[in-house]
């Protein structure tokens, strides 16, 4: 989508493409003209007089409605917030093809240069997410959530295996705990001195149990703060059978905070990996399973479908109808991962026009 420029520039100079090759200190910006010559290029620090000073650059060459930029998430990431806030649209760019690099060479001047081609042949048509809404908060709070998870499990583990190797006496009085038990009980351990190794256990069991209940603390403010953010912005989206605050936040940071950058519900399903690719050549018509897309975003639409296959009588009376029709189970799950995909895609992308809309097709 093409958002027009609103950097002051003249409606009368040349219409130009800029292309950004992106890195933590420095960025390189090339611009060409509508007709693929080289106009110029330069390195800006990342800084917010960087970012400034080569949009002045850019509008002296021409006016610039468009921008290709590598790494759009994340060294490019402020960057592109910046462009868009400029009302400059930017399309997300892949690297450039290694046989092309092979025969062009490597400079970071040439990969900017070929992100702007990129853009004006329509080789890279996907708009960059905007990074600067409740979407973006949503983020953080699972980026914080995971690796707090993860050291809390990691936690528990250690936990575990000290004491099968603890003393007798300190491993039978917690034999037969379940794990929140276990935890408090080890929390509440003298803090004496670890001058033997049986006194050292008890140390290290103290100390990891007071991680895990403050890790545990951490997960569940994070949780919390995922749903009043995914509740002020699209609250019906968890009303959803089978939707819950983490397979709704891993959908909204597929669609990004401006999903009307998704053209159709096709093309969310897409972006899910839940389209079905087709695979005929000859005689032979099928389709296969699409293995791209966004692996965590389709990971919730199955999670979702699990759910309602457990206890939605509607969801189970489609799959056994089509089991019947010659699909196998494992066809007529991704079917309804289509479903969902389209069913869902309404409330993301049009959050305020509550659209009702069955749980299959």
């Excluded at 002045?56 to 994340?74: K, P």
Aim: hydrophobic fraction near 40%.
């Amino acid at each position: 989508m093409t958002h027009l420029a609103t950097t002051g520039q003249d409606d009368a100079s040349p219409e130009v493409i800029l292309g950004v090759d992106t890195h933590k200190d420095t960025h390189v910006a090339a611009v060409i003209s509508i007709h693929g010559a080289l106009l110029g290029s330069r390195s800006f620090p990342t800084t917010a007089e960087g970012y400034r000073g080569l949009l002045d650059w850019v509008t002296t060459l021409g006016q610039v409605q468009q921008a290709g930029v590598e790494g759009t998430h994340s060294y490019g990431a402020a960057l592109t917030r910046h462009l868009i806030g400029a009302g400059i649209g930017v399309i997300e760019v892949n690297q450039p093809d290694k046989a092309h690099r092979r025969r062009r060479g490597k400079t970071d001047a040439i990969d900017a240069e070929t992100a702007a081609r990129a853009v004006l042949s329509g080789r890279a048509t996907a708009v960059a997410k905007a990074g600067d809404g409740h979407v973006e908060r949503i983020r953080l709070f699972k980026l914080a959530k995971a690796s707090a998870t993860k050291s809390r499990a990691q936690a528990i583990n250690q936990l575990k295996a000290i004491l099968v190797g603890a003393d007798p006496t300190l491993r039978d009085s917690m034999a037969g705990l379940s794990n929140p038990k276990l935890v408090r009980r080890c929390a509440e351990l003298g803090p004496g001195r670890p001058d033997t190794p049986a006194a050292a256990a008890a140390y290290t069991l103290r100390l990891l149990a007071r991680r895990i209940i403050e890790l545990t603390r951490e997960v569940d403010d994070l949780n919390q703060q995922i749903t009043d953010a995914i509740s002020a912005h699209t609250p019906e989206l968890l009303q959803r059978y089978g939707v819950g605050p983490d397979t709704a936040a891993a959908l909204l940071l597929a669609a990004g905070d401006n999903p009307h950058r998704l053209t159709s519900e096709a093309s969310f399903a897409a972006l899910c990996g839940a389209s079905p690719i087709e695979m005929s050549s000859g005689k032979t018509q099928r389709r296969r399973l699409n293995r791209g897309g966004d692996r965590q975003a389709n990971s919730a639409l199955y999670t979702i479908v699990i759910a309602r296959l457990r206890w939605d009588p509607r969801t189970r009376a489609y799959i056994d109808r089509r089991v019947r029709e010659g699909k196998t189970r494992r066809e007529a799950i991704r079917c309804l991962k289509r479903y969902v995909a389209r069913e869902l895609f309404n409330l993301i992308a049009h959050p305020l026009q509550h659209t009702s809309l069955p749980a299959i097709a």
